[in-house]
């Protein structure tokens, strides 16, 4: 049944997400709910972020990004559920 629950998710982030401390705020909400997986700037000024884990806490991350730090400003947030792939051990920022 655990198996089932757990999925992926990717998220893109648009809006004023980087140099706001987003990623560290991202970082603190996946090990809060105990994630696996990474958040990343992207070249286009997006944050890139793939996690996996339960489902409903796939989607606490997912509300916590559309609201981002308080000098955040998100201005779209789209997500992608697959299916796990179990490649990750931890929570991280990559640079």
Do not use: H, W
Request: net charge positive; glycine share 8%.
């Amino acid at each position: 049944m655990t198996q089932i629950s757990k999925m992926r998710v990717e998220i893109k982030v648009r809006g004023l997400v980087q140099g706001v401390g987003f990623r560290y705020y991202i970082l603190r909400k996946g090990a809060e709910l105990n994630l696996t997986g990474y958040v990343k700037n992207m070249m286009d000024e997006s944050v890139l972020i793939i996690a996996e884990g339960e489902k409903y806490l796939l989607e606490n991350l997912i509300a916590a990004v559309k609201i981002g730090p308080r000098n955040a400003d998100v201005t779209s947030c789209e997500s992608y559920f697959s299916e796990r792939k179990n490649e990750f051990k931890n929570f991280e920022v990559r640079y």
